[in-house]
């Protein structure tokens, strides 16, 4: 059975599991970096199997206008389950009907999130990281 927690004290290096066997690019061995990731963020939401968790979204916000979903990541075992999908819909229901929800898409997932509900942008800006 599928559990979800919004625990914000979770285990960096449970983090970094999640984030290397969902095939997300984040900087897993880095795990003071992910730690800090965990640390600042304003939602953090999780899945678990027996246990072991299997699934994260952290997301930034303000609480009333917008909301940055920073990661979305299930473990590929378990990808095709609905475990996203519940994790986007617990997440907004934290948000309430004001708060927009954005993400930026890896190559790879640009046809899952329209499934849930996003619609395409065609107005984000990005200055990336060095």
């Known amino acids: 059975m599928i559990t979800y927690s919004d625990d914000k004290a979770l285990d960096a290096v449970?983090?970094?599991?999640?984030?290397?066997d969902s095939g997300i690019r984040r900087p897993y061995e880095d795990i003071d970096r992910i730690q800090r990731m965990i640390s600042n963020s304003d939602i953090v939401l999780s899945a678990w199997v027996d246990g072991k968790m299997?699934?994260?979204a952290r997301a930034l916000t303000d609480f009333s206008y917008c909301c940055y979903l920073s990661d979305?990541?299930?473990?590929?075992?378990?990808?095709?389950?609905g475990i996203g999908r519940e994790?986007?819909?617990?997440?907004q229901a934290k948000l309430g009907d004001e708060c927009a929800l954005i993400l930026?898409?890896?190559p790879g997932a640009?046809?899952?999130?329209?499934r849930l509900g996003f619609d395409k942008a065609d107005n984000a800006f990005v200055i990336k990281r060095r």
């Not at 449970?14 to 290397?20: G, I, N, S």
């Not at 979305?72 to 389950?81: G, I, K, R, T």
């Open 54 to 56: 299997i699934g994260i």
């Open 72 to 81: 979305l990541a299930v473990v590929e075992s378990y990808q095709q389950h």
């Open 104 to 106: 930026l898409s890896a």
């Open 14 to 20: 449970q983090v970094a599991e999640v984030f290397k």
């Open 87 to 91: 994790l986007v819909r617990q997440l």
């Open 110 to 114: 640009i046809d899952y999130y329209p």
